[in-house]
């Protein structure tokens, strides 16, 4: 079953780096290539989440969506590395200050990567150290209003109770369209003993969290992606994840898998200064 699992994975991850699909929530079990989205949330406010961007990759004379990414700093963002492996920095772009997609409201930000730095450590075979980081060309103009950042926990940091997932991808699984509103949607913190028992024990990484419910219903889906699982932490806000990969979108039993984000602390901030 191990075997047919890991073939399955492989399968999936070329089919998708041939170009075929270009919106990401990477998925070690199949879910054939289709596109996806916050299953089972709603709308969030405009500007809620500041520090939210949309990734944009430049494609028939266009910069469309892909992945989100988190906003650490004026100059850095990251995101998940299996969103840009391979991908060169020149075709690609963030959009701070987004809420809807294709409706612009003035208080977007458009800037180009100029930099990315993947985990030299990642696996595209397992997803282990699923983190990038992104290097605008422009520092972000910082305000209270559309653009914010968001804390990196620390090392020790301990991740429990009602997360948020937050994401332009698809509504559910099969559907091939991205949410053109940003959305949101609460999801539980999963023990690792629990996502090992959804999951195989050696598909999940000690670079890993996952967050989810049993009975399914609710998850981060393709398109998702990057984007952020967050937690209240002290007076502000932590990003305890990175939408990472899962078994199908909202699947009963199968909790979402994240990196985890306190894992990589101090990596982050010795890459992104």
Known sequence: MKNLLSL????????????????????RIPMYGLPGKIVGGIKALPHEFPFQLSLQQFRNDNYKHFCGASLIN??????????????????????????????????EQFRKVNRIIIHREFKSSTLANDIALLRLDEPLTLNTTSVGTITIP?????????????????????????SDVLLKVNVPIVTDKECCEA??????????????????????????SGGPLILPCKETVCLVGIVSWGYGCARPGYPGVYTE?????????????
């Open 8 to 27: 399955m994975a492989l399968i999936v991850y070329i089919f998708a780096d041939a170009g075929t699909a270009h919106v990401h929530k990477n998925t």
């Open 74 to 107: 004026e100059l850095w963002a990251v995101t998940a590395a299996h969103c840009v492996d391979r991908t060169n920095p020149e075709r690609i772009a963030v959009v701070a200050g987004e809420h809807t997609l294709t409706k612009p409201e003035g208080k």
């Open 154 to 178: 620390s090392s020790s940091y301990d991740a429990s109770g009602l997360a948020t997932v937050i994401g332009w991808g698809v509504t559910g699984e099969g559907s091939q369209v991205l």
């Open 199 to 224: 999951y195989e024990p050696d598909m999940i990484q000690d670079s890993m969290i996952c967050a989810g419910y049993k009975h399914g219903g609710k998850d981060s889906c393709q398109g998702d």
């Open 261 to 273: 984000v306190s894992y990589f602390s101090k990596w982050i901030h010795e890459n992104a200064k």
